[in-house]
Nanobody
Framework: QVPLVESGGGLVQPGGSLRLSCAAS????????MNWVRQAPGKGLEWVSSISGGGIVSYADSVRGRFTISRDNAKNTLSLQMNSLKPEDTATYYCTGAGARRGQGTQVTVSA
């Protein structure tokens, strides 16, 4: 099973923005809900956002209004636009869904 592949993380100052991407393959991407989750150092997995195959979205309270999830079913790609980043957003971000194997994640560090 091909794992999901996340990218786009990095170091950003508080208030900055990043756009994460997740490349999927090996399954019919368009029919599955997809998710972003994150894991901060020393903490468990935290759900961030989900999007249905048809584009219905939901967000954790901690990111609503700052993050935007989207998908391109033609390109089998999931994205997460993150604005107004805060130090507490620092974590490794993973995309999940469709029972696909989780990838390595992408590190987001928000620090001055």
């Amino acid at each position: 099973q091909v794992p999901l592949v996340e990218s786009g993380g990095g170091l950003v100052q508080p208030g900055g923005s990043l756009r994460l991407s997740c490349a999927a393959s090996g399954f019919t991407f368009s029919i599955y809900p997809m998710n972003w989750v994150r894991q901060a150092p020393g903490k468990g997995l935290e759900w961030v956002s989900s999007i249905s195959g048809g584009g219905i979205v939901s967000y954790a309270d901690s990111v609503r209004g700052r993050f935007t999830i989207s998908r391109d079913n033609a390109k089998n790609t999931l994205s997460l636009q993150m604005n107004s980043l805060k130090p507490e957003d620092t974590a490794t971000y993973y995309c999940t869904g469709a029972g696909a194997r989780r990838g390595q994640g992408t590190q987001v560090t928000v620090s001055a």
